[in-house]
């Protein structure tokens, strides 16, 4: 399914951008693609590096203390339930464990090392080390529903754009993540039963036998065929208009309707986000949250070092250890983010996005949802950073009503992005064939959403 979906955001960027004449130029396609290809390595993979090296460090040290075995006795009857496949003193259950709870307080700096930690010791009890297992797709189903008690980045943001009483969003973004998050769940199990998500006999078999030889090609199927000569017609056209005056492109544009979607479809960026107003007296309520998001990481630290040197283990000497393994794992990384991220900026630079929200938008009005967050609604699968820049335009706009604003924080809260998800993790231990996790983890996008809909318009309508 990843195939097919990163072929299409791909093949419909460039034949979009053809026609709309954006190949080239400073925000053409393909320089917005190698922007996000560097990007992707210098902005999140190396840094991402530093922060693998230090949490897989602690968590070592964890490890070593006894405090991990401790977490995961504690939840051992969830565990059991989620992850039947894994036995019970496997790591990987104490990597999930710190992954979900990092996710839960917030933490979204020390939530990815954990879990591409657990996503490598899960991939030691994959038997097929090319197709994801059901723990790995049940364990990305979690990360996809994003369950969270203090959603301090949503908050911040609101804070930010002078909303009032920004604390209002906690239970509702609680009540969301917990649909979003049980959905998740039970469409993994779901689809991890279905005949379509199975792994064939023919594709174990194969899976022993691979060699470092290329993978064999089968001939097209006509569907196929049919697919790649409308490619080819629709590029011989873009061909045309690219080598063409450019009057012709815009008499095309403006007799087809394209170019009054596409000109009422964008909208100019807004400004980055301005800095928080000084106020004479904090709530009480947002104190309270600012200082327990304050102090989790120092007092994760410190409890670590505690019980390590408690039982004296080498603090030191484990911590380097565990930093290790970071870099080598963002170097696996950064092909598969590389991959995706390129695509999401074709997909995204070339308007193609936008033409796809105005023909969703009459369908979308009919059933009650704010066509003024489809946009974000699209995009937070998709981009993390392209979804921050969308809510915070929302949240910055003075038309804006409170409704929208309130609701637009909860939908953004509601679920993860995705397609990062899958390339990260997955990416991380050389998964190729990602069965049902990427569905479970729509289900789990749409799912949220809807929450998220339904109850910002019953606490804030």
């Known amino acids: 399914m990843l195939n097919y979906i990163w072929t299409f955001l791909v093949v419909s960027g460039l034949l979009v951008a053809g026609l709309l004449g954006r190949f080239t130029g400073d925000t053409g396609v393909?320089?917005?693609?190698?922007?996000?290809?560097?990007?992707?390595?210098?902005?999140?993979?190396?840094?991402?590096?530093g922060m693998m090296m230090f949490w897989l460090g602690v968590l070592r040290v964890m490890e070593k203390a006894g405090l991990l075995e401790v977490i995961v006795r504690a939840l051992a009857p969830v565990m059991r339930r989620l992850f039947p496949e894994v036995p019970a003193e496997h790591p990987a259950l104490s990597a999930i464990v710190m992954n979900w709870t990092a996710n839960m307080l917030g933490l979204g700096n020390m939530a990815t090392p954990?879990?591409?930690?657990?996503?490598?010791?899960?991939?030691?009890?994959?038997?097929?080390?090319?197709?994801?297992?059901?723990?790995?797709?049940?364990?990305?189903?979690?990360?996809?529903?994003?369950?969270?008690?203090?959603?301090?980045?949503?908050?911040?943001?609101?804070?930010?754009?002078?909303?009032?009483?920004?604390?209002?969003?906690?239970?509702?973004?609680?009540?969301?993540?917990?649909?979003?998050?049980?959905?998740?769940?039970?469409?993994?199990?779901?689809?991890?039963?279905?005949?379509?998500?199975?792994?064939?006999?023919?594709?174990?078999?194969?899976?022993?036998?691979?060699?470092?030889?290329?993978?064999?090609?089968?001939?097209?199927?006509?569907?196929?065929?049919?697919?790649?000569?409308?490619?080819?017609?629709?590029?011989?056209?873009?061909?045309?208009?690219?080598?063409?005056?450019?009057?012709?492109?815009?008499?095309?544009?403006?007799?087809?309707?394209?170019?009054?979607?596409?000109?009422?479809?964008?909208?100019?960026?807004?400004?980055?986000?301005?800095?928080?107003?000084?106020?004479?007296?904090?709530?009480?309520?947002?104190?309270?949250?600012?200082?327990?998001?304050?102090?989790?990481i120092p007092g994760i630290l410190l409890l670590t070092l505690c019980a390590a040197m408690g039982r004296g283990v080498k603090v030191y000497e484990e911590f380097v250890e565990g930093a290790k393994e970071g870099f080598a794992v963002v170097t696996r990384i950064m092909p598969f983010l590389v991959t995706m991220l390129a695509a999401l900026a074709i997909f995204r630079a070339s308007g193609m996005l936008n033409l796809l929200q105005s023909a969703l938008r009459p369908v979308l009005s009919l059933i009650g949802f704010p066509v003024e967050l489809l946009p974000l609604a699209l995009m937070r699968p998709l981009s993390g950073s392209g979804a921050t820049g969308l809510l915070n335009e929302i949240l910055l706009n003075p038309q804006s009503s409170s409704l929208l604003k309130y609701t637009a924080s909860i939908l953004y809260g509601s679920t993860e992005t995705t397609f990062y998800v899958i390339a990260v993790y997955f990416g991380s231990v050389g998964i190729r064939k990602v069965r049902h996790a990427l569905a479970a983890g729509l289900t789990a996008d749409v799912v949220g959403m809807t929450a998220a809909i339904v109850i910002g318009r019953l606490l804030f309508s």
């Open 30 to 49: 393909i320089a917005e693609c190698l922007k996000m290809a560097e990007k992707a390595v210098m902005n999140i993979a190396l840094p991402m590096a």
């Open 114 to 296: 954990m879990g591409l930690k657990a996503m490598t010791a899960l991939q030691e009890l994959n038997p097929n080390k090319q197709h994801a297992s059901n723990s790995m797709a049940t364990f990305l189903a979690l990360n996809t529903g994003a369950f969270t008690l203090i959603p301090m980045t949503v908050i911040n943001y609101l804070n930010a754009a002078g909303v009032k009483n920004p604390y209002e969003i906690i239970v509702p973004t609680i009540c969301s993540t917990a649909c979003a998050t049980v959905a998740a769940v039970m469409a993994a199990k779901f689809f991890q039963r279905l005949p379509m998500f199975q792994i064939s006999a023919s594709e174990l078999a194969a899976a022993e036998e691979q060699a470092a030889s290329e993978p064999q090609t089968r001939p097209a199927s006509s569907a196929m065929k049919f697919l790649i000569a409308f490619v080819a017609l629709s590029f011989a056209v873009i061909a045309v208009l690219e080598l063409a005056p450019p009057s012709w492109r815009e008499s095309l544009l403006t007799k087809t309707g394209i170019a009054n979607v596409v000109a009422s479809a964008e909208k100019p960026a807004q400004a980055a986000v301005a800095e928080a107003t000084a106020s004479t007296e904090v709530p009480t309520i947002r104190r309270v949250m600012n200082g327990v998001s304050g102090l989790a």
